[in-house]
């Protein structure tokens, strides 16, 4: 069996050879040298660059092609706060602005996901240049409240520039530096294909992703860390990527010094705070909110979207199976959450097979807002759309008649035993279904009934009997969760407190409890005002 490589930069501290046949590396790492920093402690203020940040910069800049051009045309380096990146980035503008990388009328850009953000290294580039009288004479710098925040050389006509997720006034740049500052908080990823185009127009051009761990999977983020994880562990082969990951493992003990300080290259050279990590690990013993945060920035551990989430996506990820060939015509049970007018709207089928429960999700939205509501959930419907996983219903608001076709199509293949909704939503689907005499019942979103019903749905995922074959808009529904807990163990979801959609997760516990109920097994109660020919849950 092949062990898995492990994605850690061991490079850095191993003393390997870094070739570096034209020089370049030698020479960016004399320049960053001669540079200052108004914080530095260094004898003259002198920059101060440590050995891993070093060995970075060698590893970028000394391996080259016959022609003289970089490899490494981008890199991406993930790594906790209080890591001092953003002053390693500032200088390797300075380099591409200033210094031997530049090219005449070449652009340099910070890019964020606001100005605020952006504007961290660029206030990092404008001390480094201010602290050197022999810089800060040969350039411009515009700092204006409200206006452009550039940093100019003319004598080679170069510019470092900020720009931030405003991503159509970026269009048409040609770029040859970018830093790509804080990803994980992207909205989308329009900014990053902005930038990414920009860069391509230019040989020798150089994209750095500088960032600490994010939250969920369905991001631009994610997809940028695990391309590079591939690339570290050696399942993809890609020299002109430069993976430079510090992460922990999800079990990481929290109370571990020597784990943390595995993950912060520059605690040996004294930062961040030891000092604060104890403090941080202390409050973490008492507060999830506490350990959370201790995760995703001290230990650079990529979390799911709920701070409160209902089971370990680890533990879901398990039932990420092929779906069997032979279960048409099989009972089924089928949950619908409908939204009103412009929001996610998810069908789960759920077909007992043997001790597993299959899952069979579908989702809908408005076509005209697939964009629109992907940016503002920070979702890929789009994609989504695009891989067949979600239906773009014509117009700017939901069609119910295409969510009552799927689940007509749904009774067509399957035994279909019930169809069950919240009917303060689902008037327009459940009527035409009852006319025809399907099977639709109402299921009450009040605590006493989803209390159980989690209590089910749970133990069918914690056993590794619910199979959803990597549904990755019910994933994503899941990783959304935010339990809401009343006394006596009663819980339910709730929208309100969860980070974003669930409509997914919330179908899945309707559909998955009554087919592990069966014909029976939950006591279902009528009410005085319910529809004729309905049953109440």
């Known amino acids: ?38 914080k530095s402690r260094l004898p003259k203020k002198a920059f101060q660059l440590d050995p891993w940040q070093e060995r970075i910069v060698r590893r970028i800049y000394g391996p080259c092609k016959e022609d003289g051009t970089r ?13 001092r990146k953003s002053s390693l980035a500032a200088a390797l503008a ?66 470092l520039e900020i720009i931030s997720s405003d991503a159509p006034a970026a269009e ?9 500052d804080e990803i994980h908080v992207f909205r989308g990823s329009d900014l990053y294909k902005v930038v990414t185009n920009g860069l391509d127009k230019v040989d020798n051009s150089l994209l750095a992703i500088a960032t600490t761990a994010g939250r969920g999977q369905e991001n631009i983020a994610f997809e940028v ?61 008492d507060s999830p909110i506490e350990r959370e945060s201790l995760l995703q920035y001290k230990f650079n551990v990529w979390l799911d979207h709920s701070t409160s989430p209902f089971v370990d996506m680890a533990v879901y990820d398990k039932g990420n199976r092929p779906i069997p060939d032979d279960i048409d015509g099989l009972p089924c049970w089928i949950g619908a959450d409908i939204s009103v007018t412009t929001d996610l709207t998810a ?18 939205c408005p076509a005209e807002n697939l964009r629109a509501k992907g940016e503002q959930d920070g979702a890929p419907y789009l994609t989504w759309a695009e891989q ?46 009852m006319d025809d005499g399907l099977p639709v019942i109402e299921i009450s979103q009040q605590w006493q009934i989803q209390t159980p019903a989690l209590d089910t749905l749970e133990r069918v995922i914690i056993q590794g009997h619910f199979v959803h074959a990597g549904n990755p808009v019910l994933r994503w529904c899941f990783s959304n969760i935010a339990v809401h807990h009343w006394g006596n163990s ?16 919330v179908a899945s516990w309707m559909a998955v409890s009554r087919a592990v109920a069966g014909d029976t097994g939950i006591s279902v109660y009528s009410t005085d005002d319910r529809p004729e020919g309905i049953l109440v849950i």
């Open 71 to 83: 490899i490494v045309s981008s890199v991406v380096i993930l790594v906790p706060r209080g890591n």
């Open 347 to 364: 069908v789960v089928a759920c077909i007992p097979y043997g001790d597993d429960y299959i899952i069979l999700p579908h989702f809908f």
């Open 172 to 180: 048409g740049r040609t770029l040859a530096f970018a830093l790509l």
């Open 225 to 285: 860390i695990e391309r590079a994880r591939k690339v570290a562990r050696g399942e993809i082969d890609d020299p002109s990527l430069l993976p430079v990951l510090f992460e922990s493992p999800a079990d990481v003990n929290i109370a571990s010094e020597s784990a943390w300080r595995r993950v912060n290259p520059g605690v040996d050279h004294g930062y961040p705070s030891i000092d604060g990590f104890r403090r941080h690990v202390a409050r973490a013993k």
């Open 388 to 433: 067949g996983y979600l239906t773009g219903t014509p117009g700017n608001v939901i069609d119910p008649r295409m969510i009552e076709a799927h689940i007509r199509a749904l009774c067509d293949r399957f035994d279909v035993r019930e169809i069950g909704f919240d009917r303060a939503r689902a008037q327009a689907v459940m009527g035409p279904l």
């Open 490 to 505: 009663n819980r339910a979801f709730r929208k309100d407190k969860s980070v974003s959609r669930i409509d997914g997760a």
């Open 94 to 159: 300075l380099l591409h602005t200033i210094g031997p990388e530049r090219v005449s009328g070449g652009e340099a850009v910070f890019a964020a996901s606001n100005r605020k953000q952006a504007a961290i290294a660029f206030r990092e580039a404008r001390s480094i240049v201010q602290a050197d009288d022999r810089v800060s004479s040969h350039v411009k710098i515009y700092d204006a409240h409200n206006s452009a925040k550039k940093i100019t050389y003319p004598a080679d006509a170069t510019e």
């Open 1 to 38: 069996m092949t062990k898995t490589r492990s994605t850690f930069p061991d490079w850095i501290y191993d003393g390997s050879e870094i070739p570096d046949p034209f020089g370049y590396g030698e020479r960016a790492v004399r320049f960053l040298r001669a540079l200052k920093h108004p």
